[in-house]
């Protein structure tokens, strides 16, 4: 379905709003964290020098990520040149893998409407190399709206393979690129294409906004990610050069991906490694907050769950294999930035660890430290309630709990891509099904299910053994707080109890999203 | 036709809406008055009859004198005199006793229910508005001190009052400001630490200015000069006393476990130690509580910043002022903290998602119905004070050769109001309630010879302990050491009668000696900077 938002000039633009965080907050912050550590590191005898020192690794790596999302937040804006009569010639990519026709036709009548004067619309087939049965159906659209089909014959690098392909048979000076389910609004190119002013700008890039957001659990938690993406992050990281591309709704300019070398092959997130080559070259990169394409989110849990996959993977893996901290050409800004983000996936093995912590102490009394359970809330409460009111405000009240849950529960799959690059495990590049899977997805979450057995049977357990002291109903409270993260996850990974809504809302931009807009 | 039809149309829409917004409004309506029920029955069955207290025994024996003696004692005390004055003219219009005393806190508290619903709704809807109501009838800190002759439940109504005019003021931007003044001048002179309200509000004010109308700052300061200028008589009056320097209550230094605790106690009253623990020991679910209001859309709206302000200043500036200062950090002087808290629980429920919302309101009405219960019939409940089972059991056992012990000695007056008996009783340290000055301290040296001199002429001596000023345990030790242990009967926590054998041969010559207390009504004015200056009110 199409939006009005889509191809209607009346609409008004939806700007992801940049954070409205001061500068003393985020110095308050700083000087919470590093107070809290100090209280847990140094002012607690320790109890067991194991759990201790896993402890301590897990807040040192709280502390970079919150430190890292701070320096993301620091700057407001940074000016870019923008001329709206610039308008080279561009060639715009859809990116097809064997797609619904319905869905390819949608993306191409939309790129048909963009009002520019100068594009030419590609449907870039990778049917055939994917062993698809509908293969030639991109070519009946392509041929139903007079745009061109390349479609390739020699399989390999995935999608980045397929963009490589196009280019090596296109010739304009840039190329805007859309994965198959995301529309172009008619003002995508008019937009984006003035940055370009600045001969140094190698690629702009827009937001991925999830039309079908309302539809479910699923759908709201991944768009509701992508806001504090697309939003606080991806705004912060323009301002210090360090926005990367997101495999959608981008333009390069072919002379900078060429000097990067096209689009890496070698990852599953090509567009995430590609980025950080063509910024190593001394390229500008661009974020233009306004949502100027809608997409769709995966609909069901495991496409969701093969998705974060592939991110996890791909974003550990430039930790590992090209570690932004010894890349050369970058700044110190973008160092860090791309080490935030690929190492962001680490997560999951401090939030799995920090969820056995009760548990351990359940069944073995064990604790990291021993401190009056009163102290450590005295220090703790507030700092966590500051964080918590940073990321609301740095979000503009978009984030959420349900998100925060599903990047919690996420910690099975950053793990097991954690083992796979540590054991040298080949990645397979996995399309994002656009079409909803049906089916009973409660195997994927089996570990966290497994985690509210053990914790129902510990605290019985404690109880039992120890009484209801501070200590069990302290642990008691932490288990509880994980298992109502995992909720959402394990919700949504169990068969539906009823159909998802059928009805589309009158506007997929709602009137509280209205408010957003700046 | 069409005109006409479009007409009633509208009129039945008209006629409508308006028999809805009534029909809403007496069910609402109906909820409060079934609200302030249950508030009227939890004080008839858990609460009305309770033994008097040391702290309302202190309340009715200041204001049983004229108007002017009230006022003049109660300037001797820490506190400002309104509440003592209503309580004076009440006990004129409606007789004394413990129950009739009691119904004016209880008017008081069951007033602010309607009051909370008003700001409730009129910061966040209907539905936070009657869930804020909710939470106030059934709230064990409240019931508490709506059933105690003290000035808490007044100082609570002045409070929810007086924030709902001040956050009119910003929102109507019109007008509002003679409620305003009015009520923050009336809760001036209901409790000092009403001006940590007065300060939330500069506060608020200055770091939301542009929320507020022209003139604002021009209107607080007239407001405050008034205020300043209708307290400067009484000030005037604390300072002839000469007792301000004293007026500072004898409380332990707080530590960080009392700012849990006062949370424990405003949302569950006040529960055995055991049970408290539990409740503070489950402060990680207030960090899911926190992360469950990232709500997309959910703003924090001024009144909730407001809110926030308006229980968080209080508590921790009171807790600083304890810390480097002198200690006042006590959870009924921070009543004013209390609406602030529940309007904020308020607005953070109702923005759960509904299921979420529904369940957590649930559980937080039935742990505060749960708290009533618990602390108005458990015999453990840390604040009970059983002055009456121990008097009348005194009363019954104690004989005329006997002499009745009272330790601390400004626990005398509750015991004063029930104890009938025939022995005579003195306090440790010896103390005469009729001498201006503050109570003697203890003092180990002269232990024994006040003690000797008290129990010269007395077969056995019953020594009723409560309110440890930390001597208490010498005092046992003293006597254990020196008589022989009778008997031993808790009557509610911290309160133990113990019963001795004296085994000295009568002595009529040292009853001279100390001064005894014997049982009075009739004390002067002079005492109430004794026990300004030792007890914790």
């Known amino acids: 379905m199409i939006l009005d938002t889509q191809d209607n000039p009346e609409r008004e633009p939806l700007v992801l709003p940049r954070n409205e965080i001061g500068h003393q907050a985020i110095l308050l912050n700083i000087v919470m964290a590093l107070a809290y550590f100090f209280v847990i590191a140094f002012l607690f005898p320790v109890d067991s020098r194991i759990l201790f020192a896993i402890l301590i690794l897990g807040e040192l790596f709280h502390l970079w990520q919150i430190f890292t999302y701070l320096h993301t937040l620091w700057r407001k804006e940074r000016p870019h040149a923008f001329n709206p009569e610039f308008q080279p010639g561009v060639d715009v990519f859809i990116t097809v893998a064997g797609e619904p026709e319905e869905v390819i036709e949608e993306t191409v009548r939309a790129a048909t409407g963009m009002q520019y004067p100068n594009f030419t619309v590609h449907i870039l087939n990778d049917g055939l190399v994917a062993g698809k049965a509908n293969w030639r159906e991109p070519r009946q659209v392509a041929k139903k709206y007079g745009v061109d089909c390349i479609t390739r014959t020699m399989p390999g690098g995935a999608k980045a393979g397929n963009i490589n392909h196009a280019l090596a048979e296109t010739h304009e000076p840039f190329a805007a690129v859309f994965d198959v389910d995301h529309a172009p609004h008619y003002d995508f190119l008019t937009k984006m294409m003035g940055y370009f002013i600045d001969p140094k700008v190698g690629f702009t890039q827009s937001p991925q906004y999830y039309r079908n957001h309302w539809m479910s659990g699923i759908t709201g938690g991944a768009w509701e990610q992508q806001e504090l993406f697309f939003g606080a992050i991806c705004r912060g990281k323009d301002t210090m050069n360090a926005a990367f591309m997101c495999g959608t709704n981008m333009v390069i300019r072919r002379s900078a991906l060429l000097e990067a070398g096209g689009m890496h092959e070698t990852s599953i997130t090509e567009d995430f490694l590609t980025s950080l080559f063509i910024h190593a070259r001394g390229w500008k990169s661009v974020y233009v907050p306004e949502v100027l394409a809608e997409g769709l989110a995966p609909e069901d849990f495991r496409s969701y769950y093969s998705q974060q996959s592939r991110w996890a993977r791909g974003s550990l893996e430039m930790v590992f294999r090209y570690n932004p901290l010894f890349k050369k050409g970058l700044t110190f800004s973008q160092r860090i930035q791309y080490l935030a983000s690929s190492s962001y996936y680490l997560s999951g093995a401090v939030v799995f660890v920090n969820a056995l912590f009760p548990l351990i102490f359940f069944y073995t009394g064990l604790e990291p430290f021993r401190a009056s359970t009163m102290a450590l809330a005295t220090i703790f409460l507030p700092y966590i309630f500051l964080v918590i009111y940073t990321l609301q405000k740095s979000t503009n009240f978009s984030y959420t709990f349900r998100a925060l849950g599903l990047s919690m529960s996420a910690f099975p799959i950053q793990m097991k891509a954690f083992v796979q690059i540590l054991s040298g495990k080949k990645a397979k590049f996995v399309v994002t099904s656009k079409r909803k899977l049906s089916g009973n997805f409660a195997h994927l979450a089996a570990p966290h299910i497994l985690y509210v057995a053990a914790a129902m049977i510990g605290m019985s357990y404690a109880v039992w053994h120890q009484g209801f002291t501070a200590s069990v109903v302290d642990n008691i409270a932490w288990a509880l707080f994980n298992i109502a993260a995992f909720t959402p996850f394990i919700m949504a990974a169990l068969p539906a109890a009823r159909p998802s809504r059928a009805i589309e809302p009158a506007t997929a931009i709602q009137p509280a999203e209205k408010q957003a807009i700046s | ?537």
């Open chain 2, 1 to 537: 036709m069409k005109t006409a039809l479009r007409t009633t149309d509208i009129a039945t829409t008209l006629d409508t809406e308006v028999r809805s917004s009534h029909a809403a409004a007496v069910r609402t309506a109906a909820l409060l008055v079934l609200f302030i029920g249950i508030a009227a029955v939890f004080s008839a069955v858990l609460f009305v009859n309770q033994s008097l207290r040391l702290d309302e025994s202190q309340s009715l024996w200041q204001s049983s004198r004229s108007v002017w003696g009230t006022i003049l004692i109660v300037s001797h005390d820490v506190h400002v005199p309104l509440y003592h004055l209503l309580l004076h003219f009440s006990e004129e219009l409606f007789g004394n006793g413990v129950p009739t005393d009691r119904m004016l806190s209880f008017i008081f508290f069951a007033a602010a229910i309607p009051v909370m619903y008003k700001i409730g709704s009129y910061a966040y809807g209907r539905s936070a508005g009657i869930f804020a109501a909710l939470i106030t009838a059934v709230s064990p800190f409240l019931n508490w001190y709506g059933n105690e002759t003290r000035m808490y439940s007044m100082l609570m109504f002045i409070t929810v009052l007086n924030q709902y005019y001040f956050i009119k003021i910003y929102r109507e931007r019109r007008g509002g400001w003679w409620w305003y003044g009015a009520t923050a001048l009336i809760g001036s002179f209901v409790h000092y630490f009403f001006a940590l309200v007065l300060l939330t509000q500069a506060l608020f004010y200055f770091t939301n200015k542009k929320l507020f109308p022209r003139h604002t700052l021009r209107n607080f300061f007239i407001v405050a000069a008034i205020i300043v200028i209708a307290m400067a008589p009484w000030f005037y009056l604390v300072k002839q006393s000469g007792t301000f320097a004293n007026s500072s209550p004898g409380l332990a230094k707080p530590t960080s476990i009392d700012i849990f605790n006062i949370f424990s106690q405003f949302l569950f009253g006040f529960q055995t130690d055991g049970l408290n623990t539990i409740i503070v020991a489950l402060w990680p679910l207030a960090m899911l509580f926190g992360f469950l209001l990232l709500q997309s859309r959910r703003e924090v709206s001024p009144e909730t910043a407001y809110f926030f302000m308006g229980f968080a200043i209080p508590i921790l500036g009171a807790y600083a002022v304890s810390v480097i200062w002198s200690p006042v950090f006590l959870a009924r002087y921070l009543t004013v903290a209390v609406p602030s808290l529940y309007l904020f629980v308020s607005w953070m429920l109702s923005a759960y998602p509904r299921a979420v919302s529904r369940a957590a309101k649930t559980a937080l009405v039935a742990a505060m119905v749960a708290g009533v219960l618990v602390q108005g019939v458990s015999a453990a409940t840390p604040v009970k004070e059983d002055y009456r089972d121990a008097s009348e059991y005194l009363t019954a056992n104690a004989e005329a050769s006997d002499i009745v012990i009272i330790s601390a000695p400004f626990t005398i007056y509750p015991v004063d109001y029930y104890y009938r008996g025939a022995a005579a009783i003195a306090t440790l340290p010896a103390w005469d309630r009729y001498v201006i000055g503050p109570i003697p301290a203890f003092s180990s040296s002269t232990l024994p010879a006040q003690t000797t001199s008290l129990t010269a002429n007395h077969d056995r001596a019953w020594i009723l302990f409560s309110y440890d000023q930390g001597y208490q345990k010498n005092i046992k030790d003293y006597f254990d050491r020196h008589f022989q242990l009778l008997d031993t009967k808790n009557f509610s926590p911290g309160m133990t009668l113990y019963l001795y054998q004296i085994r000295q041969a009568p002595n009529l010559g040292s009853l001279l000696q100390v001064p005894i207390q014997i049982t009075s009504s009739t004390a002067t004015s002079s005492l109430s900077t004794a026990i300004a200056s030792s007890t914790a009110r």
